[in-house]
């Protein structure tokens, strides 16, 4: 399953320019304000790689999140899903096909802007060092938990709410203080203070190991009360 998103993948150039594009557009329009926010704030001049950093970083979460839901979309709108759903592919398995094209999807679509961000305004995310990893993996972790529920909607509802696939991550950020949680606040004490806060990452890790276990739960179940009503074969375009 995951050769045959990656064959897609390698086909379509307009896809690979879309999931790069909005990533880069983000950073240019934050590096900017970020610019002239160096000439007025000190704190800005103190650490300039903040914000942008901050927005490499909001990426990863939002493009993991659009990249498991994307590929599962894909399934459907292609009239595939039925067909998997009579395959030995396990749902299980599906989950992990659709967890490896978000990693895929996502990589594809940050790691240009960071190495634009490097170019551009001398900004390098690589320079959090290993915590790096750790922030990467809990925000994709994160993605993919609100990537679970919103394929459990779509299996629920049908295609009515895919657009919600989009809204999602929109629709939390102001509640959720993104900027403002663990993972961020991790990089900020990095960049500011040079702290590695290893607390924050610990609960940011347990958070997400909860939230994980039930979206991954929700979109099991709901999956196999797809199956057994034959809504699988019903879902497309």
Not at 116 to 122: D, G, P, S, T
Not at 213 to 230: C, D, K, M
Request: one cysteine or more; glycine letters at 8%.
């Amino acid at each position: 399953m995951v050769l045959r998103h990656a064959y897609l993948l390698r086909t379509s150039w307009p896809r690979i320019f879309e999931m790069m594009y909005w990533p880069t557009i983000q950073m240019v329009l934050w590096g900017f304000f970020t610019l002239f926010l160096a000439t007025k704030s000190s704190y800005i001049a103190q650490a300039t790689g903040v914000l942008i950093s901050a927005v490499l970083l909001w990426d990863v979460l939002f493009r993991g999140q659009l990249g498991f839901s994307l590929s599962f979309l894909e399934e459907i709108w292609s009239r595939n899903l039925g067909n998997l759903s009579v395959s030995p592919l396990k749902p299980a398995e599906l989950m992990a096909a659709l967890m490896t094209m978000s990693v895929i999807r996502t990589l594809i679509g940050v790691l240009p802007a960071a190495g634009l961000a490097i170019v551009f305004y001398e900004v390098s995310v690589f320079e959090l060092g290993l915590p790096l990893l750790a922030f990467f993996t809990n925000l994709l972790v994160m993605g993919w938990a609100i990537g679970m529920l919103v394929c459990a909607l779509i299996l629920r509802v049908g295609l009515g709410a895919e657009s919600v696939a989009w809204l999602a991550i929109f629709l939390i950020a102001p509640v959720s203080a993104i900027y403002y949680a663990a993972v961020f606040e991790g990089m900020r004490a990095i960049l500011i203070d040079g702290v590695v806060r290893g607390d924050l990452l610990l609960r940011a890790a347990l958070l997400n190991l909860l939230y994980l276990t039930i979206a991954a739960a929700t979109f099991l179940y709901s999956f196999q009360v797809a199956r057994r009503r034959g809504l699988l074969l019903q879902i497309g375009e």
